[in-house]
């Protein structure tokens, strides 16, 4: 069953952010309402990446070759094949892929990233900074894993790297590094993208990076943080009244040790290449490439909606979508792999608008954004950077100098 066949064509406006509840309430992506809430009490009162329905135009690109809108700098915090903290030794890993921020005791955050290589050279690098923003160690958390795409971070402090092969597996990690990381078998084998935490209902969502993959939920069997065991899901979506909802349908083995999940499941509902995901104000947003889609899932009331469409949106500016990060405002920022190497804003009010355009890495792909714990920097990679193969990583910060 196609799932597009069921959809109706829906475009962003503000009318369906409302119905989705993206008014800046509720909850933020995982862990992103108890970040908000100590960048209050840190005394941030305005962080700048509450909300960017406001920005002004691209300019010209700076020294770094980014083009940011008015007031927005950057800079580069780590190269592939450089040390990024001069008293580690750790050289930053080829192909950064998806990443994000853990907060630290002392009041600086460690940015987590993953390494997408393949035969057994994959894993998760962590850059950890102090209060002030600075890069003071580097370190891995994940080792002799394969094509560690995407992932996400949980509200209880850890990052879960996802493999992007057709046994993939997920890997628990410590930001901090100072625990083994634990595969969790129990979130299925398969070609893994990205996954988030519903701390609300207790579960979670994971996207599979197939032409015809599938939109997943699991459900512990005990209480968060305890993933170790629990049912695997996979949606399936029927039509009422006009309007789509997801039904879950259990998949028999996770393991995949005969079949692949999504074939276990008849009737499970096709999605073109899940990418990102994470969730805001009870709503799960993800992508999927081949269509070029962004996509919202209302996680109590099951209904399914369409935000964004390249082929009926009325800017279609964002193509070759991939990771999601989203701002405590509502704003979805979608990374393009490839398209105009953009990160593109997705606003409550309905505009589609860049945030910022890498020059000159048209072979590479922006992955990995996410926030430090204030909101008031923004981390990303270009994956293969201007050389355009895995050894032209570089990790980027933005941040808005009219605000500091």
Known sequence: MVYT?????????RRIFLQMGLTGAGLFAAGGALRFQQALAAGIESPAFYSLSNMGELQRADSNGLKLPPGFKSRIVARTGAAPAKRSGYIWHPAPDGGATFATEDGGWIYVSNSELRDNAGGVGALRFNAQGDVVDAYSILDNTNLNCAGGPTPWGTWLSCEEFDLGQVYECDPAGKNNAVVRPALGSFKHEAVAVDTQNRCLYLTEDQRDGGFYRFRPDRDLPDISSGQLEIASVVNRDGKSFVEWLAVPDPSAKQEAIRFQVPGYAVFRGGEGVAIHAGVTYFTTKHDNRVWAYDNNSHQLSIVYDVETSD??????????????????????????????????????????????????????????????????????????????????????????
């Open 5 to 13: 066949k069921l959809m109706s064509q829906q475009v962003i406006n």
């Open 315 to 404: 800017n279609p500016i964002l193509k070759g979508v991939d990771n999601v990060v989203i701002t405590p405002g509502g704003d979805v920022l979608v990374a393009e792999d490839g398209g105009d190497m953009q990160i593109v804003v997705l606003t409550p009010e309905g505009k589609v608008i860049p945030l910022v355009q890498i020059l000159g890495h048209e072979k590479s792909e922006i992955a990995g954004p996410a926030f430090d714990p204030g909101y008031q920097r923004l981390y990303f990679s270009s994956q293969r950077g201007s050389l355009g193969n895995n050894t032209g990583g570089i990790t980027y910060e933005i941040y808005r100098s009219d605000l500091t």
